[in-house]
């Protein structure tokens, strides 16, 4: 679907695609899209996806961390979309350089070995960290090389050299969606509801920063509009933030969703951020020293997150993409607290 005010030559017909990450949340409306456009879709999966075969799916079993796997995948792709990652603040280096930056490397040497002509790379505004209020920022600011966490490092690496890759007969650019939410979010909001439920959330900072989100059906149009860019000519080499467009108050919308749900509200008792970061640190150090691998209750990269402006400017995405965001925050709220309901 296009975006509004988009304007597209005719004389591009869309082929097949192949999706990484087509099982998650983002990837999954990627494919739903695909699939009622009619398009032939692959899709790579480390386990067996019966149901998807049988709708028509070829699904390619394995790691894309893996040539064979991927020369495979992208047999017969005109449009690699690459959504795949390994996600998280807390975790083994190694492993998120290998799910994130070996695997984009050696998709994007496979499809440009296969002649795949498109491929967008999904990245996160988060390659941007530096520790700071990110108040209307926009694509000019520097990836990330000091973060005090793996994901934001490698989703640098990785995007670099995706944009790297660019030529006039493989056109590569990246997209960076901020917080995903909507139906069927698995992360996000399960996050923000388990945390309140189990008495763990509270304000970090003074509780006025304001954050960007974006809804996964906008997400999926900044998607299908990147590759229609590429097809044109347009946005190759480059980096999109991609978000709602309307910055919200972090602390207002989550204490609004917790009310429209019927949950307590959010504390008054607020954790300063110097503290928050103390208790983080304290945290990793205690996680690192015992070797868990699941996530702490805080971290120095979520003590920033949680207490900073994250909010970005879609001037190159509305120029170069024609993206329009269609859900707004209100309707996506609402659709968002109707389902959850309707789940009790």
Not at 55 to 72: F, K, Q, S, W, Y
Not at 83 to 94: H, I, K, L, P
Not at 186 to 204: D, E, M, S, T
Not at 219 to 248: M, S
């Amino acid at each position: 679907m296009n975006a509004p005010g988009a304007q597209f030559s005719s004389d591009w017909a869309p082929g097949a695609a192949l999706v990484t990450g087509a099982t998650g949340f983002l990837g999954g409306r990627v494919l739903a899209r695909l699939r009622a456009a009619g398009r032939a879709v692959t899709i790579v999966s480390r386990s067996p996806r019966p149901e998807l075969e049988a709708a028509g799916v070829r699904v390619v079993a394995g790691a894309l961390h893996d040539p064979a796997v991927c020369a495979e995948a992208v047999r017969g792709a005109g449009t690699v979309f690459h959504v795949a990652a390994r996600v998280g603040v807390w975790g083994a280096y190694a492993d998120f350089h290998r799910d994130n930056v070996l695997a984009t490397r050696t998709l994007l040497a496979a499809a440009r070995a296969a002649g795949v002509a498109r491929f967008v790379h999904t990245s996160t505004p988060s390659v941007v960290y530096n520790g700071r209020d990110l108040a209307g920022a926009d694509e000019s600011l520097p990836l990330t090389t000091k973060c005090p966490s793996p994901y934001p490092l490698t989703k640098a690496l990785a995007e670099a050299e995706a944009r790297a890759a660019h030529t006039e007969k493989f056109r590569v650019c990246a997209l960076r969606p901020h917080l995903i939410w909507g139906v069927g979010d698995p992360h996000l909001v399960p996050r923000i509801l388990a945390r309140a439920a189990a008495g763990r959330l509270r304000v970090v900072g003074g509780g006025q920063n304001r954050v960007d989100m974006v809804h996964v059906e906008n997400a999926a149009d900044a998607q299908l509009l990147a590759e229609r860019a590429l097809a044109e000519g347009r946005a190759g080499g480059k980096a999109y933030f991609i978000t709602n467009g309307e910055p919200v108050n972090l602390w207002q919308w989550v204490d609004g969703l917790l009310r429209a749900l019927g949950r307590p509200p959010l504390p008054k008792r607020r954790v300063p951020l110097a503290l928050a970061r103390a208790l983080g640190a304290g945290c990793e150090a205690a996680w690192a020293l015992l070797g868990r691998a699941d996530e702490p209750p805080m971290t120095r990269f979520i003590a920033a997150e949680l207490a900073k402006d994250h909010w970005f400017d879609l001037g190159a995405a509305r120029r170069d993409l024609g993206y329009a965001p269609r859900v707004s925050m209100a309707e996506g709220t609402a659709g968002l607290v109707a389902h959850l309901r309707s789940e009790k």
